[in-house]
Every structure is written in structure tokens, then in C-alpha cells.
């Protein structure tokens, strides 16, 4: 059974930082390609961050440009997300996202992700 584990959520001040760090079991994402999403509540869930299964490409939500950093580390097969200069009273759930099939690109539609993990909740206090 595949499982996607996502740690690292919680409660963090504005502009402070927070790492999410997604740990697949059951199967090998390392030459997959990788994503977050995150989902607040009363709204769908929207991309944030996506990585090549190489780690050579990335790419990012325009809201979170120059903030937030996707990166992975295939002999470890985890993906993290670092999240800086978070913005006040916001809450959502952060998943992780793997593709079965391989591709070098860098995936950013939800439907072409195949296994999602539970997503840790991030609360950002004013």
C-alpha cells in the first residue's frame, strides 16, 4: 500500500518559517515527479509547488514565488517544502502529491497526481 506521510505542520507566527518534509512508503517516488497543494477551508484546493524527479526543475504558485522552496532528496525519497514569510490568519492543509507515471516534467495539475498524503495543517497566527 502507498502511503504519502507528510510532518511539520502546525501553528507559526506571520512571517515566520515552517518545513513540511513528505516521506512516501510502499513505493519509490525518486524518479517521479512531486507536488504540493494546499487547501484552506471553504476553498478548493490550489497548487503550490512542484518538482521534477531529477530536483533539476521546480516550479511555484505565483502567490509563493520567492518564499516558499520545493526540494528532494531521491536516496533519502523525501520531499520538502520550506515556507518562509508566511502571511497572518491563514489556515490550510498542506498535501503531498506523487505521480506513478514517469515524466521529466514538472507536474502542476492535481489530476495527474496518482497518491496523496493527509496533509498536516498549517495555522498562521497574526
Known amino acids: 500500500q502507498v502511503r504519502l506521510v507528510e510532518s511539520g505542520g502546525g501553528l507559526v507566527q506571520a512571517a515566520g518559517t515552517l518545513r513540511l518534509s513528505c516521506a512516501p512508503s510502499?513505493?519509490?517516488?525518486?524518479?517521479?515527479?512531486m507536488g504540493w497543494f494546499r487547501q484552506s477551508p471553504g476553498k478548493e484546493r490550489e497548487f503550490v509547488a512542484a518538482?521534477?524527479?531529477?530536483?533539476?526543475?521546480?516550479a511555484y504558485a505565483d502567490s509563493v514565488k520567492g518564499r516558499f522552496t520545493i526540494s528532494r532528496d531521491n536516496a533519502k525519497n523525501t520531499v520538502d517544502l520550506h515556507m518562509n514569510s508566511l502571511p497572518p490568519d491563514v489556515t490550510a492543509v498542506y498535501s503531498c502529491a506523487g505521480r506513478s507515471v514517469r515524466t521529466i516534467a514538472v507536474v502542476t495539475a492535481p489530476r495527474e497526481y496518482d497518491y496523496w498524503g493527509q496533509g498536516p495543517q498549517v495555522t498562521v497566527s497574526s
Open positions: 518538482i521534477s524527479w531529477s530536483g533539476g526543475r521546480t
Open positions: 510502499g513505493h519509490t517516488f525518486s524518479r517521479r515527479p
